[in-house]
Nanobody, 115 residues
């Protein structure tokens, strides 16, 4: 059972933008450390960016400066805005929540960047 639901993936040309969104009816995101992760074919799942419960955001070097994570407390959503997309950004993107009882995952959303 997926506690988190991601949306917003798709096919985009290099240089384009996408906004991924994560929501949940089971948990409240402001109570959790939230993260976006991605997994390319044949590779491990890696962290992209995270936001602490205090609202502090951090990004991995490969997306820094062209990605922004944000949280809407009223809607209980956690978004990842990605700009200037590169072919190497192609992956399944997962939302992850650390709420004190193990990390919860969504089912993932595919992002494919074409040349």
């Amino acid at each position: 059972q997926a506690h988190l639901v991601e949306s917003g993936g798709g096919l985009v040309q290099a240089g384009g933008s996408l906004r991924l969104s994560c929501t949940s009816s089971a948990i409240t995101f402001t109570h959790c450390k939230m993260g976006w992760y991605r997994q390319a074919p044949g590779k491990q799942r890696d962290l992209v960016a995270f936001m602490t419960k205090d609202g502090v955001s951090r990004y991995v070097e490969s997306v820094k400066g062209r990605s922004t994570i944000s949280q809407d407390r009223a809607k209980n959503t956690f978004d990842l805005q990605m700009n200037s997309l590169k072919i190497e950004d192609t992956a399944v993107y997962f939302c992850g929540a650390d709420c004190g009882f193990g990390r919860l995952w969504g089912q993932g959303t595919q992002v494919t960047v074409s040349s």
